[in-house]
């Protein structure tokens, strides 16, 4: 087992026109990573896929040297992720995949400042991947984010089976011997997280591993998760 200052975390980042958010997205993980005493241990991949709007050039500036822009026209969340992993593990080619932790997020949600703590620590568990949960940022008005909290289970034990992209995070070689990402414009999350559990890793899905996402109702991806939040509040309303 990998001790605290061996690991090599890579942070995957997909954005699509995220000129507006991708900056405090960044700037989350970089605080995270700081938090988690990462140091030059610590990289950033943004895949820029499809973009129309100046989302490259601001995760750019706003990396400020702690990772790379990839600038893609896969136009698949599952193709990004597997582009930004990919540029991770060859970042880290000097070390062996065990020893390299990989998170991913999304460009429209901001990490909290133990992320990577908390992660690294169930990783020297033995933890190999780890699905958190997410949680509405601000702008999300009051009953939305009642109906959120009433129809968004949690087990009494604190655990859950919600599986997002913008919370879900694996060690290298188990992401390989799985098949990694798939081209998959949705539901690319929960194809993984199936070929983990199918393989047998060893996996947990903590309550207390927590990111805030985007509370807008129109999202990047059709059938992703504002489509599923307006389709919760449509139920509700009808």
Known sequence: M??????????????RDEQQRIEACIRSLIRAAASAHCGDRFWVVVVADACRDETAAVARNALDGHGEVIVSHAGSAGAARRLGVEAALAHFQEHRPEHIWLCNTDADSVVPGDWMSHQLALAEQGITGIAGIVALDATADSSTRELFRRTYR???????????????????????????WRDLALAEDHCLWRRLLAKGWRVCSPAESVVTTSARLVGRARGGFADTLRGVIGERCS
Not at 2 to 9: D, F, H, L
């Open 2 to 15: 990998s001790g605290p200052a061996s690991w090599q975390i890579g942070a995957i980042v997909p954005a």
């Open 154 to 180: 949690i087990h009494a034990g604190g655990t859950h089976e919600h599986v997002h992209g913008a919370n879900l995070s694996l060690r290298a070689d188990a992401y390989l011997d799985v098949g990694g």
